[in-house]
């Protein structure tokens, strides 16, 4: 038995993390998101009643309390950790690089700069 395209199972790995908790402090860095679980089990109930699609039809929610962003795969490694590695908020990630993060240690380009965010997180991004 094979499954059509609506029937697959979607793999969200390296897409969405395993957690939004900060690996260091444990806070919530994007409360109103789904972790990649979650997230999977989401894609799989809404296909069964069809409400998956191109436009998907799961609600998430990035707003001031978010601290959801993408930073230069170089300010990871300096961190001592790699993309997808886990999730570090903004603070935690300062202290481990031992200064503050500056608008260059952000990819301008990423959708993530788009999104709100904390006070702390819009200063930053410049």
Not at 36 to 46: C, D, F, G, S
């Amino acid at each position: 038995m094979t499954l059509d395209d609506n029937e697959k199972k979607e793999d969200w790995r390296g897409r969405v993390p395993e957690s939004w908790l900060c690996v260091d402090c444990g806070i919530n860095t994007a409360p109103g998101l789904l972790n990649r679980v979650e997230l999977e089990k989401a894609i799989e109930e809404a296909k069964a009643v069809g409400k998956w699609d191109d436009d998907h039809g799961i609600e998430q929610k990035v707003d001031h309390n978010s601290e959801v962003y993408h930073v230069r795969d170089a300010v990871w490694k300096a961190a001592g950790t790699e993309p997808f590695g886990g999730c570090l908020c903004v603070g935690c990630l300062e202290k481990r690089l031992g200064r503050k993060l500056k608008p260059k240690d952000f990819n301008r380009h990423h959708v993530f700069t788009s999104f709100p965010a904390t006070p702390r997180l819009i200063k930053r991004r410049g």
